[in-house]
């Protein structure tokens, strides 16, 4: 079954006006132009894009966008296949059906008061947005809350943190179920790293813990009321069925529908893998 992800990113740092354009996450890196990743912010967020899209009809540049497509697909005729032109050509494309979508799928005034009251919707947009987005067929969606490097102070930090997003991330859930959608709509809740089951220093915080840290999957396929692997008796390292990065990215692609040892593509020349340090899907997850 081919699913739609979903993940909900509980990153160390808070998301800067600049950090899209400057941090590599967002990069595509060793993939092509053509999936190059979109930010939305909140609609409250001045920098955010789309606050204009709803402040007016879209009467953008139709007559330009479509004398550039033209352009550059003469231009891959000409010259052949080029991946960073066919993004390019993507992104004009992409841009205009946003311009015009943006309006009717950023509209939260549309929802119904029982969708506000479930989501908590003064604070919790974002993941509306995404649920929104589900339904409309994005195939994969990233909702990030950033704030949780609690080197001091680590009660205060996350009970914060866990008010911010406990109530969304239940709705969430809820919704996706409601509609039908979250069986084929795999949730990943995660972050790069843990917390240390010690104190760091005197300031009553924890140091960031790579070696033993929680994920938990929901919808697509996923068996849910079990639990894969153990740590130690601290919760330090990962002890009984360890999962490294590489096999949780294969069992994301498994759910997508992918095999990560037979899928490639061509970027630049040359065939690229997702994986290339090993890596099994977690079978257990679906069993």
């Given amino acids: ?36 990743v979109y930010i939305i912010r909140g609609t409250g967020d001045r920098n955010n894009p789309i606050r204009r899209a709803l402040a007016k009809p879209f009467t953008g540049p139709v007559l330009f966008v479509r004398f550039r497509l033209r352009y550059d697909a003469a231009s891959i005729d000409t010259l052949g296949p ?5 993004a390019r050509i993507r992104s004009y494309e992409l841009a205009f059906h946003m311009q015009t979508a943006a309006p009717e799928l950023f509209d939260l005034k549309k929802e119904t008061a029982a969708t506000r009251k479930l989501y908590g919707l003064d604070k919790a947009e974002t993941r509306n947005m995404a649920q929104r987005m589900v339904e409309r067929g994005v195939r994969f969606v990233q909702v990030r809350v950033g704030g949780w490097d609690a080197h001091g102070n680590i009660k205060a930090n996350h009970t914060r943190q866990c008010t911010r997003t406990d109530q969304p991330i239940a709705a969430l859930l809820t919704d996706l179920r409601q509609r039908g959608l979250l069986k084929c709509t795999l949730v990943v809740w995660g972050g790069e790293f843990g917390r240390t089951p010690t104190m760091e220093g005197r300031a009553n915080g924890r140091d960031h813990s790579p070696a033993g ?5 929901s919808g697509g396929g996923a068996k849910g009321g079990q639990t894969i692997g153990a740590t130690d008796p601290i919760g330090y390292v990962a002890t009984e069925r360890p999962v490294s990065v ?12 992918l095999d990560a040892h037979r899928l490639s593509y061509r970027h630049h020349g040359r065939e690229e893998k997702p994986i290339v340090f090993g890596g099994n899907a977690v079978k257990e997850v679906f069993a």
């Fill in 246 to 257: 590489p096999d949780f990215h294969a069992t994301l692609l498994h759910t997508l529908g």
């Fill in 82 to 86: 080029q991946n960073e032109l066919e």
């Fill in 1 to 36: 079954m081919r699913c739609t992800l979903i993940i909900l990113s509980l990153l160390a740092g808070a998301l800067s006006a600049a950090e899209p354009l400057l941090n590599p996450a967002w990069k595509v890196s060793r993939i092509t132009g053509a999936e190059t």
């Fill in 213 to 217: 840290y929680t994920s938990w999957l």
